[in-house]
């Protein structure tokens, strides 16, 4: 036999084997059991957990049921590993504002955002008018410091879709929604009134936007379709599946189809780590590493890149904005799983 031949049987002897491991490991090492061992975990540990407060500033927010409360998981598999709710709705919003700029970079480039809205954090709250008034002077003059996740920026991404009509512009939001989420998402109507009956403040910012030059058209269309995106109902499945599209390269792993470019969805990941969850990002990626997307309507989506999508639901919220148990559950569940992304493989690493 020469050295040729006995390499035959090694070969498939380690094909056979990187089989039966794959099979056997849905998220980055981690069997389905032990999945939803961590899901269970964290779903029994933070059930009881009464912090934070329904956002109230949208009335419609603060008549949804505080103890709502769904930990979903998806894995390169497509599998869904959860607990609690999973199937109730709530409002999407500003989660949206990730798959608006995704829509832009798509379809301009990864250079469009950072140009226009730029892809530095403010340090402010999310709705901020300091914040714009704090960036107005460097337009013309260089990228501007500020972001697609907060409201200013959320709100000039949407006004760079393009479309010839409003409902053109709507068809490719909700369109990438839909396809993320892997099912047609339709618009909480009352959410979406009670929105528009006291947006004055995003009003505020899409007229000051348009008057630096950030917008470059019809400030108030944007202002709607924003309203509309931040409306959208989902549930903890939905959102799961819409991280899990950004954290397999743009690939929703449950329907199969290609969402995203695959080369676009860094650049996505980038902003969330460093804006997803506002004035808090740095504390949420000290502690956990990974690219993330809060919603005052109690959503908050993680991205383990190559590993899982993860998403929870629950209302109550911190003075960031953040949902509380959200924060905990997707916390416990990452580490456990291995999910932080600046632990080299194969190494135990603690998380901060
Ligand atoms: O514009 C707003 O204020 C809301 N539609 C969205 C804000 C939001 O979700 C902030 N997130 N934590």
Redesign the pocket.
């Known amino acids: 036999m020469t050295r040729g031949n006995r390499r035959v049987p090694l070969v498939a002897w380690a094909l056979a084997l990187g089989g039966v491991m794959l099979a056997g490991s849905s998220s980055g090492g981690q069997s389905p059991a032990a999945v939803q061992q961590a899901v269970d975990k964290a779903y029994a540990e933070y059930k009881a957990l009464k912090e934070g407060k329904n ?1 109230d ?2 009335p419609a927010l603060a008549k949804v049921d505080p103890n709502l409360f769904g930990i979903a998981v998806v894995t390169a598999d497509g599998k869904v590993h959860s607990a609690g709710d999973i199937k109730t709705e709530v ?1 999407i ?3 949206s ?1 990730v798959f608006t700029m995704a829509q832009v970079i798509q379809e301009q480039g990864l250079e469009s955002v950072e140009k226009q809205i730029g892809v530095d954090a403010t340090g402010a709250r ?2 901020s008018i300091i914040a714009v008034e704090g960036v107005r002077t460097v337009v013309g003059t260089g990228a501007p410091e500020m972001n697609p996740l907060v ?1 200013p920026g ?1 709100i000039s991404a949407t006004s760079m879709v393009k479309g010839a009509s409003a409902d053109d512009v709507w068809k490719k939001i909700i369109g990438l929604h839909n396809d993320a989420a892997g099912r047609q998402l339709t618009v909480l109507q009352d959410v979406y009134k009670s ?1 528009s009956d006291t ?1 004055q ?2 009003q505020a910012i899409g007229a000051l936007m348009l008057a630096y030059g950030y917008i470059k058209n019809n400030w108030q269309q944007a202002v709607d379709l ?2 509309r995106q ?2 959208i109902g989902v549930n903890a499945q939905d959102l799961a599946t819409m991280a899990a599209t950004l954290a397999f390269g743009g690939k929703n792993p449950v329907t199969g189809k290609q969402v995203l470019d695959a080369s676009r969805v860094p650049g996505v990941l980038a902003v969330m780590a460093t804006a997803g ?2 004035d808090d990002s740095g504390k949420w990626l000290y502690h956990t590493g990974l690219p993330a997307k ?4 109690g959503g908050i989506i993680a991205v383990s890149p190559g590993k899982f999508g993860i998403a929870v639901v629950s209302p109550p ?1 911190d003075d ?3 949902s509380v148990r959200a924060q905990r559950a997707i916390t416990a569940i990452s580490n456990t799983l291995g999910g932080n992304p600046y632990i080299p493989t194969g190494l135990k690493g603690s998380n901060p």
């Open positions: 956002a500033y949208i409002s919003q500003s989660i504002k999310f709705n409201n959320a929105e947006n403040r995003n924003y309203t931040c409306s969850l506002y809060s919603g005052v309507g919220l960031a904005g953040n």
